[in-house]
């Protein structure tokens, strides 16, 4: 490479640098989505029979997990302002509108635990029962 084009090189990759080094430390000091929720959730609502089912909401959704957005599963949320828990909407009733709230978390979270099973080099995610239902004995 000739000298003038290095003088017109160095500056560039400079620039380019810098930049790339202020986004990481911007990025750093960014707030987490998962900050504002809890680090593990229990979906305790209607278990009858199973041990409750328990996920590790800040692995789910921190930038430093698997950073899962938040509308994913608060499907009727906007950004990271949830409105409400899935028993909020989804009860014991089954509806073609609205499923029971067995039929919709099984439907989320086992249809995506298989997708990222299918992904090469994915970390498996449980899709049996005993994968997710390990908390405590149900309400009776």
């Not at 921190?62 to 302002?81: E, F, V, W």
């Not at 919709?104 to 049996?128: D, E, F, G, M, Q």
């Amino acid at each position: 490479m000739t000298r003038s084009r290095w003088a017109l090189a160095l500056p560039v990759a400079a620039a380019v640098l810098t930049l790339a080094a202020a986004r990481l430390a911007a990025s750093e000091g960014a707030p987490d989505p998962a900050e504002n929720g809890p680090e593990t959730w229990t979906f305790d609502a209607h278990q009858k029979a199973m041990p409750l089912a328990e996920l590790d909401h800040f692995r789910h959704a921190s930038s430093k997990g698997l950073k899962i957005p938040c509308t994913r599963c608060h499907h009727t949320s906007k950004g990271t302002d949830v409105d409400a828990g899935c028993g909020e909407c989804h009860g014991e009733a089954w509806s073609p509108e609205i499923p029971d709230i067995k039929s919709a978390t099984h439907s989320l979270c086992i249809r995506c635990h298989v997708r990222n099973n299918a992904a090469p080099a994915a970390k498996p995610a449980p899709y049996k029962c005993a994968g997710c239902h390990k908390g405590a004995a149900p309400k009776k």
